[in-house]
């Protein structure tokens, strides 16, 4: 009845235009669909260019939407399908807006999970990105080769690397040029010998390797090649490098470590575990191809243990640091309690003990000095230092800190706030070096510090030399010779036996301050 209505309604002619247009009509309808439910169909069948923008809003998978898609059952992932392999793309973005400016085209037809990852709280299940995806955006490459620490590079888009070969393989960077970078903060010196290098590769995107894991959080890369082993250097050129280069991310990137040692993590554990949700990964082992959409290599570190907070990320301080470390090892004193006249209370002094080089000779005599003027006098060891937990709350329990010029006089970073710091500075014209390493920082940490510089008389090497030996009457002649020349004459050589008489004063004066 209704095919006659509708022939006596219209001509034929008419009747021929609509099923055109109706067969129109289907086609987008079909296309629209494939384009919704398909995201890694190929536009470039039709020749049709589709705004970015609009494209990512179609594609974008949170990671919640694939864990619920997969399910979980008793309080492990659930790898089977899912039921429907229907979603909707268009209800949330997962990615975090300090992670990268655009993230990569992704295909949602897949996922993949690093099988060496363990799952639950760390685990996470991303879009695996394959070298047939429908579109690239263009990266961004911020590099800087001209600090005076470290050289490091800054990338995001498209980002792979393969760590058996030492290759970061990118996309869309201005020409071809592969650049080369080592990931510590010691240019120029010795240590960065022991350094791996590593190569950023940028490829046409046909050439680019299929991921084996897909993350959704951002990577830093960094090496514990150099002079790591040293606290001074692991907290200098590592802990505090990486601490203002990760912790904007809030937790949400993944450690990158190459030139591991087996044991520094271990020891740092408690620290990296407040900068990333994620287990460190040792990537000089790693024969996949992890997949990011943003990349740090190597760390900016602009001055000796400290932070030049104009310059850093955000701006954050060393004042920012030292509450990172006491919320991380639960240290009890943020600052020195104000000694009174009236107090019985014994301000706490910490001697750092070396056993090798630039010993102090006479110990027990300046112990004994110290507790007669009033000190309660912890004498630290090696076997104090052992765990730095432990060592920590130690530190953190002193009013007065002092020692030889060494590494063990990084420890101070756990001192409370006005607590006094006293470095022995040995013979041989260290001066400046004693200031950069330890006196300039401990300002910066809101610390009160002291300096004593021996003489000639406190100094082993005034018995190993002639009075008119130029290592005793010239040191700067030494310091031509260059570092190796310096290091052997007064920093492997030379041990110390204070004057107790002299060296008194300078702890009366230590005391004084805490009294302010």
Known sequence: MYDHIFARSFSKNEQK??????????????FGLCTTFRPSFHLSILNLKVPTSTVLDTVMLSTSQVEEEIGRKDGKLNLEPPSSSRVDYTKSRSWHAATLDEPPCVNHT?????????????????????????FQLGNSLDCSFSEALSDYCNIKGVIRIHGHSSTIFTTNLNGNKSWIIKPYPRKGSDAMKSVREWMIKPVNSQDMPSCTTTHVDPAILFSVGGYSGNLFHDFSDIIIPLFTNSRIFSRKVNLLVTNNKSWWIPKFQRLLNQLSDHQVVDIDNENQIHCYQNMIIGLRSYKELGID???????????????????TYSLKRPEVIKLKPEDNRRPRLMIISRKSTRRLLNEASIMKMAQKIGYEVILANITLTTNLLNFAHIVNSCDV????HGAGLTNMVFLPDHAVVVQVVPLGGLEGIAKTDFGEPSKQMNLRYLKYS?????????TQYAPDDVV???????????WNALRATYLIKQNLKLDVRRFRSTLLKALKLLHR
């Open 17 to 30: 235009r609509f099923g055109n247009c109706a067969y129109v009509i289907c086609i987008f309808v079909v």
């Open 110 to 134: 897949s996922s993949s999970i690093n099988g060496s990852e363990p799952l639950g709280k760390t685990a996470r299940i991303t879009p695996s990105i394959t070298r047939n995806d429908s």
């Open 309 to 327: 907070s104009s310059r850093s990320i955000n701006g954050y301080s060393m004042k920012d640091f030292r509450h990172f470390l006491r919320s």
């Open 401 to 404: 800190f002092m020692g030889v």
């Open 454 to 462: 021996i003489r000639v008389k406190e100094s082993s090497l005034s």
């Open 472 to 482: 005793l009457r010239d040191p700067t002649a030494i310091h031509k010779q260059g």
